[in-house]
């Protein structure tokens, strides 16, 4: 069974820094492409950033700048940055594994950003 282990959610102040973590097995980490999605109380869940197994990266408009997804393929993990963080950013986020068959979820980590 596939599973996505996330770590790093937090209080932080607005203007503050977090950075999130999802390690996975090696044999999904290194077809899927990875992605950290976010759901706000009330609000749909939305896809805040994702990269490719080649590196490729996608970022949604309102975290370009200030949030940066990486990966670690010796580590088996990917690593979501986010930095000037506003209270708009709070939100669980959930880390996300993805190929044309198959779409996995990690239970998700909460990010409380409030003074």
């Known amino acids: 069974q596939v599973q996505l282990v996330e770590s790093g959610g937090g209080l932080v102040q607005p203007g503050g820094s977090l950075r999130l973590s999802c390690a996975t097995s090696?044999?999904?980490?290194?077809?899927?492409?990875m992605g950290w999605y976010r759901q706000a109380a009330g609000k749909q869940r939305e896809l805040v950033a994702a990269i490719t197994s080649g590196g490729s990266t996608n970022y949604a408009d309102s975290v370009k700048g200030r949030f940066t997804i990486s990966r670690d393929n010796a580590k088996n993990t990917v690593y979501l940055q986010m930095n000037s963080l506003k209270p708009e950013d709070m939100a669980v986020y959930y880390c996300?594994?993805?190929?044309?068959?198959?779409?996995?979820w990690g239970k998700g980590t909460l990010v409380t950003v409030s003074s």
């Open positions: 996300n594994a993805a190929s044309i068959a198959r779409v996995y």
């Open positions: 090696r044999s999904v980490f290194s077809m899927y492409t």
